[in-house]
């Protein structure tokens, strides 16, 4: 694997994208960035954060870190709270719930008692009130970082074809809440609710990884990352770790119409 910078001067400085030059080897390439990230996170503050994120990408991800027995002895599993940057309106037994996708691919994957249960934040979307279940876990933020904007060490991201990232979505609220770490959203055109980390927090994080994979993103991600900032139509364009780095891990045919 031979990762290759993206012509890094005609992007914002802020942000890095990586051509990972096989699809096969996106999942890897970004267990590496997160294991080491997580390792420093725990020698320079004794612990460390990890936002996770749906999609086929970061499943195939997860199971790396549950089956890689290198991985997976490299992880600092006793220091790392895991979160999610954001999940269906929907229960946790779901087949569409992010958690269902990283319990089964992850947590239920390990040996017992290498992770502690309490260090896995799930957002409660069982509630009938999505709205509540924001609220809820933005008090689940609140009680891990207090009452500052929660920073994260890492937050895994996607892009959707339409641009979105986490569950903020063109045209919707969550694009510019700013007074609140975690809210609910009404996505249109799916008809459901979302329940959401908000921009600032998403912006906040110490790492951003972006995974994007599939020709189906191929025309987005070239408007997102080239062309005129447009962060209503695309709300992936806006997320931009503001005080910490970006990285856009590509594979070839999401990449594949970038200058």
Not at 29 to 55: D, I, P, Q, S, Y
Not at 129 to 146: I, M, P, Q, V
Not at 198 to 216: E, I, S, W
Request: hydrophobic content about 40%.
């Amino acid at each position: 694997m031979h990762p290759e910078d993206l012509n890094p001067a005609t992007f914002i400085p802020a942000r890095r994208l990586v051509r990972i030059d096989d699809s096969a080897k996106l999942p890897r390439a970004a267990a590496e960035e997160v294991v080491n990230r997580l390792n420093a996170a725990v020698k320079a503050r004794g612990t460390a954060t990890l936002a996770l994120a749906g999609g086929s990408t970061p499943k195939a991800l997860y199971r790396l870190f549950a089956d890689d027995d290198g991985l997976r002895a490299r992880m600092p599993w006793a220091h790392t709270h895991f979160f999610f940057g954001d999940e269906r309106h929907v229960s946790p037994d779901h087949a569409d719930s992010n958690y269902r996708m990283a319990r089964e691919a992850l947590f239920d994957r390990l040996p017992a008692g290498l992770l502690p249960a309490a260090q896995v934040h799930r957002i409660l979307t069982e509630n009938p009130s999505a709205n509540h279940a924001a609220t809820d876990y933005e008090k689940e933020l609140r009680s891990y970082f207090g009452d500052s904007l929660p920073q994260l060490d890492v937050i895994l991201l996607g892009m959707g074809g339409d641009g979105h990232t986490a569950s903020v979505f063109p045209g919707t609220t969550a694009l510019r809440e700013n007074a609140s770490s975690v809210c609910a959203v009404w996505v249109d055109k799916l008809s459901t609710y979302r329940v959401t980390m908000t921009p600032p927090v998403l912006c906040n994080a110490r790492c951003v990884l972006f995974l994007v994979a599939g020709a189906d993103k191929t025309r987005t991600l070239k408007a997102v990352v080239e062309g005129p900032s447009e962060t209503d139509r695309y709300p992936s364009q806006g997320i931009i770790a503001h005080s910490g780095e970006t990285i856009w891990m590509l594979d070839p045919a999401a990449a594949a119409e970038l200058a």
